[in-house]
């Protein structure tokens, strides 16, 4: 092996057992056993994927929610429109017959 890989080799492998002394001193800190810390850490993951669901359903329930709501606005104005219309209807016959009530 040419001299430079076998630095390199050395290096990674350096970097390597200093990675996997640093994990064992924190658990050592932790004081709890690696299979308890690691179901620890795939329940904190399995909860903050939950979580990121449970905003993404309740982001597409107030956008669901938004919807209705401009719907139902839209819907009583036009109900609104309407009402104005049907009394200018009636105020137009009411004049009308008041006028052909004076000729």
Same mark, same amino acid.
């Given at each position: 092996?040419?001299?430079?890989?076998? &630095?390199?080799?050395? =290096?990674?492998? =350096?970097?390597? *057992?200093?990675?996997?002394?640093?994990?064992?001193?924190?658990?050592? &800190?932790?004081?709890?056993?690696?299979?308890?810390?690691?179901?620890?850490?795939? *329940?904190?993951?399995?909860?903050?994927?939950?979580?990121?669901?449970?905003?993404?359903?309740?982001?597409?329930?107030? *956008?669901?929610?938004?919807?209705?709501?401009?719907?139902?606005? *839209?819907?009583? &104005? =036009?109900?609104?429109?309407?009402?104005?219309?049907?009394?200018?209807?009636?105020?137009?016959?009411?004049?009308?017959?008041?006028?052909?009530?004076?000729?």
């Amino acid at each position: 092996m040419p001299k430079l890989k076998r &630095q390199q080799h050395h =290096m990674a492998k =350096m970097r390597s *057992n200093k990675k996997i002394y640093q994990i064992h001193k924190l658990v050592d &800190q932790i004081g709890l056993p690696l299979p308890k810390i690691h179901n620890l850490i795939e *329940n904190i993951i399995e909860t903050e994927h939950t979580n990121k669901e449970q905003t993404c359903q309740a982001t597409q329930t107030i *956008n669901e929610l938004s919807e209705s709501q401009k719907a139902n606005a *839209n819907e009583e &104005q =036009m109900f609104q429109t309407i009402r104005d219309m049907t009394e200018q209807q009636k105020a137009d016959t009411n004049e009308e017959q008041m006028f052909q009530t004076i000729h």
